[in-house]
């Protein structure tokens, strides 16, 4: 009974690596942009299904990951130059609709070009292990370390340098940044670039166990979307620490009660979460000093 407990919350863990850095990359770009991008979920599905078919192909497994990531970041800055700097008065909610738009597009795309079958990349370097009986995946290994990695870095970029401060004054006090030099232009091309890195790197470590197909962004960016509101869309740590108790209730729920409804946990929390507590998991309101 204790294994099996204790294998689930490996499980969730996990998986909930992958909603943590999905919500980094939200909140990412709304700090600078105030912009909510329902598509974040499209870029990682859009990586792991372009590394999955280089692979396919022939191509090196590291190098197909470098290539799948760093189209993605260029497809997110397209759709930032493209789109989104395009549309004059972008309110938080027609970003929704505009974001979401683009989620869409980018699923009939993946559709068009790779047809309806899930991919997977092949499984990364490394030998599971075997504690206490507890069995861990060296994928699931891998989706841990990108979010410490990944995820601590841009966290630790935005909260504690100079530059990351900047950024986050663009959409705080955006006339105030360009009087000291700060492009709001540029922290917006910036913000989507690592939304979309981010997004790059979540398709690519969970496409061997989860597979990528063209319809499950949305879905997963839903779930990234329901841990950056958990964070306030403000706060990193509030935000990973949601995202990863949401990945353990998950996978509770689908051992102990049934795995149907799995997927309707963070829809659940979400709206227990926007009835009785708007600011998620955050104690108090943060302030950028630049």
Known sequence: MLIDFLQLTVAGLSQGSVYALLAVGLIAVYTVRQVVNIAQGEFAMLAGIGGAWLTAAGMPLIVAIFVAILSVTLVAIAVERLIVARVKNLTTLFSMIVTLSVSILLQAIMLLIWGPEARGLPRFPGEN??????????????????????????????????????????????????????????????????????????????????????????????????????????????????????????????????????????????????????????????AVRV
């Open 129 to 286: 292990l075997l504690i206490g009986g507890v069995s861990i995946r060296s994928q699931e290994l891998w989706m841990l370390g990108a979010l410490i990695v990944v995820g601590g870095g841009i966290m630790l970029f935005y909260e504690k340098t100079r530059f990351g401060k900047a950024l986050r004054a663009c959409a705080e006090q955006p006339i105030a940044a360009r009087i000291v030099g700060i492009s709001p232009v540029m922290a917006s091309v910036l913000a989507f670039a690592i939304a979309g890195f981010v997004g790059g790197v979540v398709g690519v470590v969970s496409s061997p166990i989860s597979l990528s197909i063209w319809s499950g962004g949305l879905l997963l960016g839903l779930k990234g979307f329901v841990a950056a509101i958990l964070g306030g869309f403000s706060s990193f740590r509030a935000a990973i620490v949601g995202a990863l108790l949401l990945g353990v209730i998950e996978a509770y729920v689908a051992g102990y009660v049934a795995s149907g409804l799995r997927d309707g946990v963070a829809f659940l929390i979400l709206i227990l979460v926007l009835t009785f507590r708007t600011q998620g998991l955050v104690l108090k309101p943060t």
